[in-house]
């Protein structure tokens, strides 16, 4: 079942501005990956946060987790064209063992 | 390149054909997924294998039959499908099936059913 729902679905931005995306998710977690994925290709992992987390940081990306509210949003800042791509959360479900959850992901186009 | 090549990428068949994906990493990993990803649905686990040994099936039709050989090597034998199956099917692994493993996908495989 799905675990983490990202908002916006979609996100058309200029080069240069910043995108934020926003997941939220059910139920308990140990931790929280976001992932990209180009048009047709698999997905490739871009940073994990764990539960007792707040925020991290990885180059332009910022992300924080909201326990309390059971959502996280990925920041990238100074976008660029190349950052196209759809950007998905995902989830373990608490227990060991377990296989990540996605969400539907939400589709950043950044134009030039 | 991730480490983990899929094969074919991309592949027709007809609802009477038999046919097979196959997927190898070589990270040296021991846990092995294969994932559905269709349009507009979040992508979908489906199998998952921890050191040849399938873990996880969920709820998948019997007309997708995984084979795990070894750590490096996992199969998604395909017969008898219907043309809804058309999908992105993406194999990963990660190094074990514990929480918090980064998961590293293959291309993919782009199936078509006629």
């Known amino acids: 079942s799905q675990q983490g729902e990202e908002d916006p679905q979609a996100l058309s931005i200029q080069e240069g501005e910043n995108a934020t995306m926003n997941c939220s998710y059910k139920?308990?977690?140990?931790?929280l990956q976001w992932y990209r994925q180009n048009s047709g290709r698999g997905l490739v992992h871009l940073i994990l946060i764990r539960s007792n987390e707040r925020e991290k940081h990885s180059g332009r990306l910022r992300v924080t987790l909201d326990t309390s509210k059971k959502s996280s949003s990925l920041l990238i800042t100074a976008s660029r064209a190349a950052d196209t791509a759809s950007y998905f959360c995902a989830t373990d479900r608490n227990q060991a063992g377990t296989a990540l959850i996605f969400g539907k992901g939400t589709t950043l186009s950044v134009s030039s | 390149e991730t480490g983990v090549t899929q094969t074919p990428r991309h592949l027709v068949m007809g609802m009477t054909n038999k046919k097979s994906l196959k997927c190898e990493q070589h990270l040296g990993h021991n846990a092995m997924y294969w994932y559905k990803q269709s349009a507009k649905k979040p992508l979908e686990l489906m199998f998952v294998y921890n050191f040849k040994e399938q873990t996880e099936n969920n709820s998948v039709p019997s007309r997708f039959s995984p084979e795990c050989p070894n750590s490096s090597h996992l199969f998604l034998h395909l017969h008898t499908l219907q043309p809804e199956d058309s999908a992105l099917y993406l194999c990963?692994?990660?190094?074990?099936?514990?929480?918090?493993?980064?998961?590293?996908f293959g291309e993919g495989s782009w199936l078509t059913v006629v």
């Open positions: 139920t308990s977690i140990n931790n």
């Open positions: 990963a692994s990660s190094a074990d099936r514990g929480s918090g493993n980064t998961i590293y």
